[in-house]
């Protein structure tokens, strides 16, 4: 061994190590940009009445409007009272990104939850709930 290739020996492995690092680098960037973007999901973007809201008399109707067209297939948007009652009367309706359904008369003061299973456009089932009171009562948690 000469003196001359004792120092050389480290310079190219630290030569294999960049090139190897650069490979990874330039994989890295080309599964980045060649990646679809997600497809997202429909978010609540509004309702009528709105969430932890407290009314002075009670709404004929519930409309939730979404952040996409959606669709019920078998799901559902309906509301029942603090003991579980069912007051929604009827089936819910979905014109574009609007889900309602009609209340039944003659609602009393307290809490009402509102809860939803709707379909996304990009297929995925989105759930949720959320609460409002009629009249001084408390509000309850939507679980």
Same mark, same amino acid.
């Given at each position: 061994? !000469?003196?001359l290739s004792a120092p050389a020996r480290p310079w190219k492995a630290r030569k294999r190590v960049f090139a190897v690092l650069a490979l990874l680098g330039a994989w890295a960037v080309l599964?980045?940009?060649g990646a679809t973007p997600a497809l997202a999901h429909a978010t609540v973007v509004g309702s009528d009445p709105a969430e932890s809201s407290r009314l002075q008399s009670p709404p004929s109707?519930? !409309?939730m409007t979404f952040s996409e067209d959606v669709s019920?297939?078998?799901g559902y948007l309906k509301v029942v009272d603090s003991?579980?009652?069912i007051v929604s009367n009827g089936d819910a309706k979905v014109q574009g990104r609007n889900v309602?359904?009609?209340l039944k008369s003659g609602l009393g003061d307290g809490s009402y939850i509102v809860s939803y299973?709707?379909?996304s456009a990009d297929s995925h089932p989105i759930g949720g709930a959320y609460a409002f009171v009629v009249g001084d009562g408390p509000l309850v948690a939507a679980t």
């Open positions: 061994m !000469t003196a599964a980045i940009s109707k519930v !409309t019920l297939g078998a003991k579980s009652n309602t359904v009609p299973r709707i379909t």
